[in-house]
């Protein structure tokens, strides 16, 4: 069976770090993009990263651009959330999935549309 799982979350204080990790069993990560997603309380899911297949491409929401750092170990066949310079409003369920293209990564709650399903996410707070 295909399955992504998420894990890595946790409890941090604002200007910590946390590094995310998005594992996948039954297929071969190499051959897809991959993008992370967050959803708040209360609030969409929202795409906030992507990387290409080969790793060479990636693309951040603005919101996390210069704090987030993406990447992927395809021999490990596992995608990394690099988390820095955490802040409140980063407080969320995060989640990966095999997405479109990155040159199609829309920050808003379009991308996540497109995704059909989704596994059960790493749960991110940021407080003091």
């Known amino acids: 069976q295909r399955q992504l799982v998420e894990s890595g979350g946790g409890l941090v204080q604002p200007g910590g770090s946390l590094r995310l990790s998005c594992a996948a069993s039954?297929?071969?990560?190499?051959?897809?993009?991959i993008g992370w997603f967050r959803q708040a309380p209360g609030k969409e899911r929202l795409g906030i990263s992507c990387i290409s297949s080969s790793g060479g491409s990636t693309v951040y929401a603005d919101s996390v651009k210069a704090r987030f750092t993406i990447s992927r170990d395809n021999a490990k066949n596992t995608v990394y959330l690099q988390m820095d310079s955490l802040k409140s409003e980063d407080t969320a369920m995060y989640f990966c999935s095999i997405t479109p293209p990155c040159t199609l990564f829309d920050a808003g709650p379009n991308w996540s549309a497109t995704i059909p399903s989704w596994g059960q996410g790493t749960q991110v707070i940021v407080s003091s």
């Open positions: 039954g297929f071969s990560l190499d051959q897809y993009a």
